[in-house]
């Protein structure tokens, strides 16, 4: 089975920075998605990382640590349209015995405060 | 238009009705999901395909049936529904191939009275 941890609401400023943290636990791994979620919107896609390392698309930056089951989202330049959900979600590998799908997070609530 | 559409958007049924959510991509992609989001609770998998004579139950299907009509729509039912399935529906749709990421429809909010 898997297990994914990501933190229930974080709280920043404008033009600040964030990193949004994600630990998992997984008898295999394929893959961690970002996805941003606006409330009673739907998910769309931030970012996805397989191998060890940073990722950086603009504002945002995801890095990956498969050795320490470990993944963050950076948020730069912090923008009011930023406050949303931001759910972390890993994909196993399809030997593991589970489901070959995606295994979200809970989710973490940011608010960006002027 | 957008690439994954849902019908209805909102819905509002008493316990013990039968209900169907519509789910039609363009995008033409094989596999498509529905999942469902309930506060503090992430997105849970229902259903998933992977093509139209290919379907899977995910880690919450009891209570749910589903049907792939063409590569295009996947439908997703409530045979009776029942106060707690009261929450938001997605569907979602993935090529399959490479990092195969999830496209998301604008959701499904359920009320079941």
């Known amino acids: 089975g898997q297990n994914i941890d990501q933190p229930t609401e974080m709280t920043a400023t404008e033009g600040a920075i964030v990193q949004i943290n994600c630990t998992y636990q997984?008898?295999?791994?394929?893959?961690l998605f970002w996805y941003q979620q606006h409330a009673g919107e739907a998910p769309t896609f931030l970012s996805y990382?397989?191998?060890?390392g940073l990722e950086e698309k603009g504002r945002f930056s995801s890095f990956l640590s498969r050795s320490k089951g470990y993944s963050y989202l950076l948020l730069k330049e912090l923008q009011m349209k930023d406050s949303a959900s931001y759910l972390c979600?890993?994909?196993?590998?399809?030997?593991?015995?589970?489901?070959?799908?995606?295994?979200f997070g809970s989710g973490t609530q940011l608010t960006v405060l002027p | 238009d957008a690439d994954v559409t849902q019908t209805p958007r909102n819905r509002i049924t008493k316990t013990g009705k039968r209900i169907m959510l519509e789910c039609s991509q363009t995008?033409?992609?094989?596999?498509m999901y529905w999942y469902r989001q309930d506060p503090g609770l992430g997105l849970r998998l229902i259903y998933y395909?992977?093509?139209?004579?290919?379907?899977n139950k995910g880690e919450i299907s009891d209570g749910y049936s589903v049907s792939r009509q063409a590569q295009a729509k996947f439908s997703l039912s409530l045979e009776s529904a029942i106060p707690n399935q009261t929450a938001l529906y997605f569907c979602?749709?993935?090529?399959?191939?490479?990092?195969?990421?999830?496209?998301f429809g604008p959701g499904t909010r359920l009320t079941v009275l």
């Open positions: 979600a890993v994909r196993p590998t399809i030997s593991s015995g589970s489901a070959r799908q995606l295994t």
């Open positions: 395909s992977f093509d139209v004579k290919d379907i």
């Open positions: 995008k033409g992609h094989d596999r």
């Open positions: 997984t008898s295999g791994f394929n893959g």
């Open positions: 979602a749709t993935s090529e399959g191939q490479g990092r195969d990421t999830q496209y």
């Open positions: 990382n397989v191998l060890d």
